[in-house]
Nanobody, 121 residues
Framework: QVQLVESGGGLVQPGGSLRLSCAASGSIINIYTMGWYRQVPGKQRELVATITSGGRIDSPDYVKGRFTISRENAKNTVQRRMNSLKPEDTAVYYC???????????????WGQGSQVTVAS
């Protein structure tokens, strides 16, 4: 079974910064894409940023310039740095990865358990 475990998060004041990491473990053959999504109650889960094994980054304009993402392929880990946090950034942030395993040779979309990020004074 593939597991995605997030670490970090918590309560941050507006204008502050936060780093969140995600580590993938299990019988993984390859991870093609890793990234972050976020969701608030009553709203759709939305893309924050994704990064491929080759370093290609995909993110919406509203987080570009504030959020950064990097990846350590050797450790199957992705990191996210969030700067100038705003109250509207408050959400549950989910790690996501497209992986292949011994039992599944077709890339499958896997999710972490979610990590709460709260931006408030």
């Amino acid at each position: 079974q593939v597991q995605l475990v997030e670490s970090g998060g918590g309560l941050v004041q507006p204008g502050g910064s936060l780093r969140l990491s995600c580590a993938a473990s299990g019988s993984i053959i390859n991870i093609y894409t890793m990234g972050w999504y976020r969701q608030v109650p009553g709203k759709q889960r939305e893309l924050v940023a994704t990064i491929t094994s080759g370093g290609r980054i995909d993110s919406p304009d509203y987080v570009k310039g504030r959020f950064t993402i990097s990846r350590e392929n050797a450790k199957n880990t992705v990191q996210r740095r969030m700067n100038s946090l705003k109250p509207e950034d408050t959400a549950v942030y989910y790690c996501n990865a497209g992986v292949t395993t011994i039992l599944n040779s077709v890339p499958k979309n896997c999710w972490g358990q979610g990590s709460q990020v709260t931006v408030a004074s």
